[in-house]
Nanobody, 125 residues
Framework: VQLQASGGGLVEAGGSLRLSCTVS????????VGWFRQAPGKEREFVGG??????????NYVDSMKGRFTISRDNAKNTVYLQMNSLKPEDTAVYYC?????????????????WGQGTQVTVSS
């Protein structure tokens, strides 16, 4: 399984960005894609995830990001999106997408086997 994250950039506070994570390779029918971020000098933190099964999908988010961040999926494009609105300078970080071949809620980095390369998001004040 390979993941390619893209869509980062420089945005002013209050602006929006949409990150993309394209999943390729041998995926299973049930899997989870999570979004993480890591700011300089800080640990990698969970942002939210989407769990996909044959019967549907479900999303979950860190409480502090609920209402601002939204995860969605385009099945035809094998792509998961992270829509980020009302961005703040403290959202500045490298954002990563990761995948596990299990469905469920997983918020720890060591629960994910596959990782994308990361995309930089910088929010100016």
């Amino acid at each position: 399984v390979q993941l390619q994250a893209s869509g980062g950039g420089l945005v002013e506070a209050g602006g929006s960005l949409r990150l993309s994570c394209t999943v390729s390779g041998r995926t299973t029918s049930s899997y989870t894609v999570g979004w993480f971020r890591q700011a300089p000098g800080k640990e990698r933190e969970f942002v939210g995830g989407i769990s996909i099964t044959l019967s549907g999908q479900s999303t979950n988010y860190v409480d502090s990001m609920k209402g601002r961040f939204t995860i969605s999926r385009d099945n035809a494009k094998n792509t998961v999106y992270l829509q980020m609105n009302s961005l703040k300078p403290e959202d500045t970080a490298v954002y990563y997408c990761a995948a596990t071949t299990y469905s469920g809620t997983y918020s720890r980095p060591n629960q994910y086997r596959y990782w994308g390369q990361g995309t930089q998001v910088t929010v100016s004040s």
